[in-house]
C-alpha cells in the first residue's frame, strides 16, 4: 500500500466511525441500526471521504440500493457522478 493510499485510507476509517457514530438509525428504512455506509457518487477520487455523499444503512437496505439502481436514484439514495447534486 502506497504512503498516499494509506493516509486516505485511515481519513476514510476514522470520517466513516464519526458518521456512523453520529446517524445511528439506517438514513434509508429509519428502522434498523446502521452498520455501512454508502457512497451516494462512488468511492472514486475525493469522493470516497466527502462525507456530503456518505449514507449511513443497515446490510439489508445497502444490498437494495446496489441491487436497484433505478429506485436508488429515484429515492436520492445514489447520485450520478456528473450531476450537481450538493
Do not use: M
Not at 494509506?6 to 476514510?12: C, H, M, V
Not at 444503512?57 to 433505478?70: A, F, S
Request: hydrophobic fraction near 30%; glycine fraction near 4%.
Amino acid at each position: 500500500v502506497s504512503v498516499k493510499r494509506g493516509q486516505e485510507s485511515r481519513l476514510y476509517t476514522a470520517k466513516r466511525a464519526l458518521y456512523l457514530a453520529e446517524n445511528i438509525k439506517c438514513e434509508c428504512c429509519k428502522l434498523r441500526t446502521a452498520t455501512e455506509v454508502h457512497h451516494k457518487k462512488g468511492r472514486i477520487g475525493n469522493l470516497l471521504t466527502d462525507t456530503r455523499y456518505f449514507l449511513a444503512v443497515c446490510r439489508q437496505c445497502h444490498t437494495k440500493i446496489e441491487l436497484n439502481p433505478d429506485w436508488a436514484k429515484e429515492n436520492n439514495y445514489s447520485l450520478s457522478r456528473l450531476s450537481n447534486h450538493e
